[in-house]
């Protein structure tokens, strides 16, 4: 054989793509068809499926695949739900209402209101071989309410895991079905997972649990799961969340000590003036250039809380600078430092603390607390019977 072969990769969303990519085992990369090229070619079949289950032939009926073919969004979706149910499309009888459609028909042409088929071009040599294709696009989390911000907050300082779900396209539709998730460089991947075949009883679901950043499933399919794939990410303790401690222990320790040292507030607002003010605000500058770095747009979402405690902190040197500026005559500058320490005090224990805790309770060292305690008192309760029975 010679020439390209037609491969159907997955149902993508219709809608513009953006890093649509494909590569065959070797690496090498795959022609891919449009989707003008390839609606020519979806409309024959959804003709010649909708033939063999009754649907007579008519201008109607082409119509009316076409658009459900071409148009996109929720309207095309009710439009073709509503066509499965009475046989209109729109206000034109294309069918008999009566007329049964299987469930693989039904889910088909649903598919296609809503996604356009993305379809390969490989060598024909390789028909026969078995192949694993590879395909990338960049995909966009939907927003996410406000009721989330807590969660965020805690996924930020290391309380909890950001559990992601992932779209699965076509799980069923080959021997094996391969998921790689490529993490972020502000996060780290604590685990990936696949749903259990819903046609076997008791099956095993697929982890990878190794945290290397391009982590990767693959599972065996006979019917579609109901659930999707998921990631679990963590907010690693380098890049922000280590700027975010050292700027509230910075601020801490800037204002325990002017509230400590002997004559430290008198020598800052009477001597020290306009210099003590500008020596305060350099770091305040400093902590604000942290908070203006880029990242990852999915990544923004959890590490936005650590941001915002970099910019309490740059405030809180600001506002001290601005006092000591002011003067001790006009504002109670015990009480307002006081605050600040307790402020930036109060975020570098939390940070801390929590990854304390959670280091230990998720460590290998901690989990083989109770089986070293077993051996040794196994070995513990050996020795005394031994000195038992030499007496």
């Known amino acids: 054989m010679r020439g390209l072969m037609m491969v159907p990769l997955a149902f993508i969303v219709k809608g513009p793509m953006r890093h649509l990519d494909a590569f065959d085992s070797d ?16 409309i024959q079949a959804v003709l010649h499926v909708l033939h063999r289950s009754g649907v007579k032939d008519s201008r109607a009926l082409r119509t009316a695949v076409e658009e459900l073919v071409a148009n996109e969004g929720t309207t095309n979706l009710e439009k073709t739900r509503n066509l499965i149910v009475s046989g209109k499309w729109g206000e034109t009888e294309i069918w008999d209402r009566g007329l049964p459609l299987e469930d693989s028909v039904q889910r088909f042409l649903q598919n296609l209101s ?31 309410k406000w009721a989330t911000f807590i969660m965020d907050i805690g996924v930020a300082v290391g309380l909890a895991n950001l559990k992601v779900g992932l779209p699965m396209h076509m799980p069923a539709g080959t ?12 996060l780290d991947i604590r685990a990936l997972s696949l749903p259990a075949d819903p046609a076997i009883n008791n099956a095993t679901t697929s982890v990878d649990s190794s945290g290397i950043p391009v982590a990767h499933v693959h599972h065996s399919y006979t019917r579609v799961p109901a659930g999707d794939a998921h990631a679990q990410l963590r907010v690693p303790m380098r890049g922000l969340w280590t700027s975010a401690v050292l ?17 430290a507030i008198s020598k800052l607002t009477d001597e020290g003036g306009n210099a003590a003010a500008l020596f305060l605000a350099a770091p305040a500058v400093f902590i604000g250039f942290l908070v203006a770095r880029t990242e990852h747009t999915f990544s923004s979402r959890v590490l936005n809380p650590l941001r915002a405690m970099l910019i309490v902190c740059a405030l809180l040197l600001f506002a001290m600078a601005g006092s000591i500026v002011i003067g001790q005559q006009r504002l109670d500058l015990p009480s307002l430092w006081c605050a600040g320490a307790w402020i930036s005090g109060v975020i570098a224990g939390a940070l801390v603390s929590i990854r304390a805790i959670t280091r230990v309770r998720y460590s290998r060292w901690f989990t083989s607390i109770p089986t ?20």
């Open 247 to 263: 700027a509230a222990l910075l601020t801490t320790t800037v204002f325990i000590l002017a509230l400590n040292v002997d004559g």
């Open 114 to 144: 809503t996604d356009f088929v993305l379809i390969a071009l490989i060598p024909a040599e390789l028909a026969g071989r078995r192949q694993v294709l590879k395909f990338s696009y960049h995909w966009v989390i939907p927003p996410r």
């Open 372 to 391: 070293r305690y077993g051996r040794w008192h196994l070995a513990r309760r050996a020795r005394k019977s031994s000195r038992k029975t030499v007496s």
């Open 27 to 42: 690496g090498r990369s795959l022609p891919l068809m449009g989707s003008r090229e390839t609606s020519t070619l979806i």
């Open 175 to 186: 021997r094996s079905y391969h998921l790689e998730f490529q993490t972020p460089p502000e």
